[in-house]
Nanobody, 114 residues
């Protein structure tokens, strides 16, 4: 079984920054892609960013230039550096890890005040 534990969420003012972390543990041989989705109240879950094992990153258009995804394969951990945060970035952020199937974290709340 694989577990994902997120950390780093919280309350920040508009224009501020947060760094999310997500560590995978359990029986892990190799993780393919890792990434982040988010879900705001009343909205569908949407992709934020994802990164392959070799470090190729993909971002949703609204996050480009503000968010940076990275990973440490030795620690089975993915990070999301979020800068220039906006109130519309307020959501629960979920990380995932792709092995033979997708595993998800429990989510971490990010609230950006105006």
């Amino acid at each position: 079984q694989v577990q994902l534990v997120e950390s780093g969420g919280g309350l920040v003012q508009a224009g501020g920054s947060l760094r999310l972390s997500c560590a995978a543990s359990g029986i892990i041989f190799s993780i393919n892609a890792m990434g982040w989705y988010r879900q705001a109240p009343g909205k569908l879950r949407e992709l934020v960013a994802e990164i392959t094992r070799d470090g190729t990153a993909n971002y949703a258009d609204s996050m480009k230039g503000r968010f940076t995804i990275s990973r440490d394969n030795g620690k089975n951990t993915v990070y999301l550096q979020m800068n220039s945060l906006k109130p519309e970035d307020t959501a629960v952020y979920y990380c995932y890890a792709e092995l033979l199937t997708h595993y998800w974290g429990q989510g971490t709340q990010v609230t950006v005040s105006s």
